[in-house]
T-cell receptor, first 113, second 115 residues
């Protein structure tokens, strides 16, 4: 099955700075990589996802990059704001052909005003 | 309607009790999921239903019994739980087509405490 590793576990940045969170995966056949944001006491919410046929995807201040050769993908948040403070999880298919996700261990992002 | 709902929000039960968690979606999704999330940990997959049939059981103990009565509803029946089963139980749904994985919409969760 797929193994997803996520770094760093905690990240503190100043408001306006950029934040980068990186995940690596093990199964070269994996083809879908979502990122979820979970605020304290709330449900996980998808913020961006990428499929293996593209290398980068952007949505306003958020971008995801995918390097299939190195088997890693990264979340980039620019011009961070205090409301970006949350736990971020990356995910990948549980295993080839199985319609389920396995999640990285999470990154707690703290944006200091 | 892009919402997954779950009831109850909170549940406290004893180790000899029987209770059920409920999940509902009206997005026409044919894949539904149960996850367990402990504090400061990622969601951990328990079960997946595809077109009302159980397709994945991640070696979950039999004291957890899932049920999918129809395409909109998902239940999780609980019996003889242990204190270590205390967690946030999340339901999710997504499209289920041959094209692959799609966005999973999560419900708000049921916070379960086993005493």
């Amino acid at each position: 099955g797929e193994n997803v590793e996520q770094h760093p576990s905690t990240l503190s940045v100043q408001e306006g700075d950029s934040a980068v969170i990186k995940c690596t995966y093990s199964d070269s056949a994996s083809n879908y990589f979502p990122w979820y944001k979970q605020e304290l006491g709330k449900r996980p919410q998808l913020i961006i996802d990428i499929r293996s046929n593209v290398g980068e995807k952007k949505d306003q201040r958020i971008a995801v990059t995918l390097n299939k050769t190195a088997k890693h993908f990264s979340l980039h948040i620019t011009e961070t704001q205090p409301e970006d403070s949350a736990v971020y999880f990356c995910a990948a298919p549980l295993s080839t052909g199985r319609r389920a996700l396995t999640f990285g261990s999470g990154t707690r992002l703290q944006v200091q005003p | 309607d892009t919402e997954v709902t779950q009831t109850p929000k909170h549940l406290v039960m004893g180790m000899t009790n029987k209770k059920s968690l409920k999940c509902e979606q009206h997005m026409g999704h044919r894949a539904m999921y149960w996850y367990k999330q402990k504090a400061k940990k990622p969601p951990e997959l328990m079960f997946v239903y595809s077109y009302e049939k159980l397709s994945i059981n991640e070696s979950v103990p039999s004291r957890f019994s899932p049920e999918c009565p129809n395409s909109s509803l998902l239940n999780l029946h609980l019996h003889a739980l242990q204190p270590e089963d205390s967690a946030l139980y999340l339901c999710a749904s997504s499209q289920d087509t041959p094209g692959g994985l799609y966005e999973q919409y999560f419900g708000p969760g049921t916070r379960l405490t086993v005493t």
